[in-house]
Each structure stands twice: as C-alpha cells, then as structure tokens.
C-alpha cells in the first residue's frame, strides 16, 4: 500500500505559508504613499488622543489628512491613466 501523506501536503498548502507575487508586491509599492501618508495621519491623531489638540496638534492633523488626500488622488489618477492606456 502506498502511503500518501506527501502528496496531500501539496494538495493542501496553506495560502498564508506562500510568498507574495512579483505583481502583489507591485501593487504594494504603487500604495506605499497612501499607506505612508495614512500612518503619518494616525501617528497625528494618537498624539493628540493623551490631552486636549492644541493649535499644533490641529495643523498636523490638518495637514496629515491633506496628505492621505493627495496621495489618494495621485493613485486614482494613475490607476485611471494606466487603464486608458491599457485599454
């Protein structure tokens, strides 16, 4: 009788044990501004959560949401550009 646990190991890999694809880590690298920005936003507002904003808390929250802003609209241009292009 053969014995077939090697087989099913393959069979029944876990997708959380593989490594990331070459365009999973493209598409990483495309969002870095928006996840940079949106941890620089999140930095803003844990600062400020232990006392009362003062102006200097209320301008870098200000200007850190501007900057999650930005960088989400710079994708979506690029994302609708590179769609015309590839269309």
């Known amino acids: 009788m053969k014995h077939i646990g090697a087989v099913q190991a393959v069979v029944t890999a ?8 070459a365009a999973e880590l493209d598409a990483i690298e495309q969002e870095m501004p928006v996840i940079l920005a949106g941890v620089e936003l999140l930095d803003a507002q844990i600062n400020a959560l232990d006392r009362t904003p ?5 301008r870098r929250i200000r200007r850190a949401r501007r900057r999650v802003l930005a960088a989400r609209r710079e994708l979506a241009n690029r994302s609708i ?7």
């Open 54 to 58: 003062n102006e200097l808390d209320t």
């Open 81 to 87: 550009t590179l769609a015309e292009v590839g269309a």
């Open 14 to 21: 876990d997708f959380s044990d593989r490594e990331p694809t």
